[in-house]
């Protein structure tokens, strides 16, 4: 609930400004979709189902890797697909804190430097490479879950 904003400095004192900083204020936002969606998933495994490998005499850890693990891949897979799109907005927004200034800035530093010059021009190409890039992510995404899924869930078959 602590706003990326707010984490960035500390990420700054912490591991000095630069990639590091600015990959983890990307895990940082885009790691609760993905822990949420996968609990959800767990947690909506039909308890029958758990049941009968409780009969069968399953341990816990079988009952968690051969039925709930993979019960869940499709609601894995949402999360994945809504971490793809606000781990782009993470960098960019942590960029704005915690990049660095030289030849190889990245696209939340562009931003920040025209918007403070008043480059239109490449401030509107920022914005738009940075929501190509994300649309590029979760594509990379989607078709991991086509892969990891077509054979056997429904989600994934073509009509």
């Not at 500390?10 to 790691?31: D, E, K, P």
């Not at 480059?119 to 594509?139: D, H, N, R, T, Y």
């Amino acid at each position: 609930t602590v706003p990326l904003v707010a984490i960035a400095p500390m990420l700054v004192i912490w591991l000095h400004a630069g990639v590091q900083a600015v990959a983890v204020c990307a895990f940082i936002v885009s790691l609760f979709p993905v822990i949420t969606n996968t609990l959800s998933g767990i947690r909506s495994i039909p308890h029958p189902q758990v049941e009968l490998f409780w009969l069968y005499g399953a341990r816990p850890w079988a009952v968690l890797t051969k039925l709930k693990l993979p019960g869940a891949v499709p609601s894995i897979m949402a999360g994945l697909r809504i971490a793809a799109g606000i781990a782009v907005i993470g960098a960019v927004v942590g960029e704005f804190v915690a990049g660095e200034l030289g030849a190889e800035r990245g696209l939340g530093i562009v931003v920040v430097v025209a918007a403070k010059q008043g480059e239109l021009p490449m401030l509107f190409a920022a914005v738009a490479l940075a929501s190509v890039l994300g649309i590029a992510v979760v594509g990379a995404v989607n078709v991991a879950a086509y892969f990891l899924m077509y054979r056997w869930h429904v989600s994934e078959r073509p009509d």
